[in-house]
């Protein structure tokens, strides 16, 4: 189990210790769980109650927390950034296995960095390229042509398909799929046609996506997910669709093909956005939010709406159809009786 | 082909016969479609007039419905409880398989009971406990350190990731993960420092969990499905998030982060429920609604709105924008020209 | 790489060249992006101006587009059915594999064409059925008892569970899965009774299932996907629904069980359907509506609601909220001031 002293946290993270700077910590933990050897953290005023009554060996706060803090602390600005970096250090590393699995399938046209790990029940098709440090877990496919950058991890069952081209060190969850075809249909007379879907998917550096996240090749150019950004589980992204980098998508929201996403947007859960729009940077989109029109200013854009009891809502649907009728009983503004009054 | 007189059927249910307890029953079939030797169920009135023209050797049905059952009746007070232990009965069982296929892969360092089954292309981690009788289809992967308790059942291509302790009788449909890390990232300058998900993933006994559903692992504590829950296809649970006992929920729904829900609720399709809330006990959320604050009593909470005749929606949706506008107009109540009247 | 004459490409598409009949064209290409080897097309007169400034060597366009195509043209009338066509004859085709690759494992008693591939880390159990030509790729399962028809492929990593009939030329996406239990449970006591789901699937011809979505068995009787049928990534198919010929979905729509969809509909991206419903032929929903009655007659039904600036939102939420109050200052019509006057 990795130790640090107080003061050693505090040289890693850029802080000031307040207390025990000897005190020695094994372990990071919630304010309310955490012993005598862990530290917690307070990034949010709204828990300054646990603080008080914390365990904790250690908290990391912002300076002006500090008379709250009933033990011993780490100062920093941004004690959230902060506790991050710390609780890297305590985190289990993965193995860090070598090598290709026994029960692995390498085509012999790939070609594999001898730090990379391919993990039981892979199969890397010709033409592939891993690069130093990547990790393959269980059950992924890599299909024909597809590229990893350095350090790039894929957990288990994830499935790239031909032609992908990913960047370093980006984290891809079980149940992930990149680069299946978009969803392209020319109509018949009867039923469809199907439009080949010939473009290739290129995501950057640093990227994250969630748990059966779903990201479609584009159809004559590649679909292209920017340095940084994060996507959360179950998000759909179509065929040509563009990211800008360190844009966040939260679960289960969904970008319609050719759709252009600035950089910096917050994306929250369940949003749906139409295709061939363009967003501005720096653009939030709160949750379950349906876009059908660009957005090209920076701001707080919505259309969920709270849930309330039932019977009030029902009401208040009943009334939102009659509103036409409604409106008419008052009336336009010229023949308005109060301005006649 | 299993066999069972009707009178044996009434035994293992509970119920009475009324006609001839000696018929042989050789399956379970709809109303519609059954034949002499099958047996049908009517639990919603709407179906009395397949009843009427049933060719069903026997029906299960209330008592009260006998005088509208043309064929013999097995008298139960809950046919669709009647109907689903009957059903098991002649439902195929899976083959019963024990052992490891010799396609598997199995760490040397995992514990699995000798009645389990372990499908080929399987991939079983360093540290993984299996109970007596627990069946994993095709391609399934059990990360490091996990538990998989006794009898519980992963279909195929499930992924349980690593520190994942799932309780007795548990069924796991096709593409579902457990485990994956949750949503955590702090801002930086520029983008997004990932925050460690060092939690783990807790499943008690008797929870169903559907095709493509994912369940995130907490980030420093557990996120906790309770005893008896069932959860639909493609649902998302976030990072510690607490589901408690016999709550269903239905497909495509979404929990946001560290929200509790209480006992026996039914959270219906597509439903988004934002992060950190509390659900009380028997709360009931229809289709598509999204849930902004906690819920502290049980009842039925909305925002879905059904759909209607585009043209129609379009001119509502048209005056709610102009809403502001009627409201000025139609004045304030004490300016009201009816309370002046 | 292909080689194909403008003439060629003209009489493969039934279409007229005008301009250099000789040309050579190796590929296709987006108006912006064509060499003087490509050809592009013009489908949407949006893009016209691409079309003018295009370098490609050839443009497919409907004869009243020639005056504006700077270069040659390969006139038709409907140029994306033309487009479509030939950017098939340019696309790489598939490796044709063969036979049973040496990691995968198929069981003695399935039954696999000559013709067909099955991918490394497949598994295929007992009583299976794999015509000619079909493709399996890396890490798919399919179940006992299931049928793929001629030409069905499935991408790698699907799960097509037990008792599964699916039909010819399919192409199904990574993710998907095919037969899994549907969502049904009993009320009992305490928590749920598992009503055993005891129907099959079963899958048209020409059927596409994107990335990540899940097609429940029935619970007596049959899930039914009809002929031509195309579906998106991430949709939920509940038990016993039943989907008419050509009709297409968008990604993660759900619809839930029971609920027959008509031919030709057209549903949007993350609609949701309520159970036991009958939609008919030929209906459109756009998207992320919540349809809760049957649909009659053919026609666009909506209730998704474009998002705004969120300050404006809110405004028309507490107003929506208010709606009571201000019809109550109203009055009903038969009291209502403006009649009296």
């Known amino acids: 189990m990795a130790n640090f002293t107080l003061s050693e946290l505090a040289e890693i993270v850029g802080g000031q210790v307040s207390g025990d700077a000897d005190l020695t910590i094994d372990g990071v933990a919630t304010l309310s769980t955490a012993g005598r050897s862990h530290i917690g953290f307070l990034s949010n005023p709204a828990y300054r109650k646990q603080l008080a009554s914390t365990r904790a060996g250690a908290v990391i706060v912002e300076p002006r927390e500090r008379e709250h803090c009933p033990t011993n602390a780490l100062l920093v600005s941004e004690p959230y950034n902060a506790y991050a970096r710390i609780a890297a250090l305590f985190q289990e590393k993965p193995a860090g296995e070598r090598g290709i699995h026994p029960a692995a399938w390498v ?3 790939a070609w594999i960095h001898e730090s990379a790990w391919i993990g039981p029940n892979c199969s890397v098709e010709a033409g592939v390229r891993i690069e130093a440090g990547c990790h393959l877990g269980p059950g992924c496919f890599v299909g024909s042509g597809s590229l990893l950058g350095e350090g790039t991890r ?50 950057g550096d640093d990227v994250e996506i969630g748990a059966n996240t779903t990201i479609d090749r584009g159809a ?11 996507l959360d589980n179950q998000i759909q992204i179509a065929h040509n669709v563009q990211i800008g980098e360190h844009t966040v998508i939260a679960g289960c929201a969904g970008i319609s093909g050719s759709t252009r996403i600035g950089k910096r947007c ?60 409604l409106a008419q009983r008052v009336g336009k503004p010229e023949s308005n009786h109060r301005q006649k009054e």
């Open 220 to 230: 004559l150019e590649d679909t292209v997910i920017g340095n940084g950004v994060k």
């Open 266 to 325: 917050a994306i929250a859960g369940g949003v749906g956005i139409a295709g061939h729009l363009e967003i501005a940077d720096d653009v939030t989109i709160t949750a379950m939010s349906l876009v059908t029109r660009s957005i090209a200013r920076s701001g707080v854009y919505s259309s969920g709406i709270p849930a309330q009891e039932n019977g009030i809502w029902n009401r208040q649907v009943a009334r939102l159809r009659r509103l036409e009728r």
């Open 154 to 203: 894929l957990v288990g069952n994830v499935s790239i398909c031909h032609g992908v081209r990913i960047g370093s060190r980006c984290l891809i969850h079980p149940g992930a799929v990149v680069g299946s075809d978009g969803f392209g249909f020319a109509k018949e007379q009867e039923g469809w046609l199907k439009v080949p879907q010939m473009g290739g998917v290129v995501i």
């Open 107 to 109: 085509s012999g046209d």
